[in-house]
């Protein structure tokens, strides 16, 4: 998997449509070292500017994490608070694959929610009123 080779919204949104039908047909296993490299460099599937790459890759980040299990932990410092931000998002599938994609964190680290808590504590400071209240 060569995700990050092309920079631009498309390939990003291409690449992201191809991972989440290697991930719907399970051809991608956990103990495959393609997932460790993917989740290493996915942050910046999550800060790009274009809505429709954003809710992709927070769809594709839900199966990972469930694909992977509390190996997700390792990839937290990362990807969790930029999930966090983007429930503030304007648009409104876009908060919603927050919601889902932070949800299946805490599913993948059911006997480390020490871990979770620590990172979610910033959405009592987070910028948008509809994520603190």
Known sequence: FRLLQNKGTKSHFKALQRLDRVLDEGILKANDPDVNAILADYSMFLKS???KVVQLSLGCLCNLSILVGESISAFLPTILPLAIERLGDVKQPVRSGAEMAILSFMDALDS??????????????????????
Do not use: M, Y
């Open 112 to 133: 480390s929610q020490d871990i979770l808590e620590s990172f979610i504590r910033p959405l009592a400071n987070h910028k948008s009123p509809l994520v603190r209240g």
């Open 49 to 51: 500017r274009n809505a």
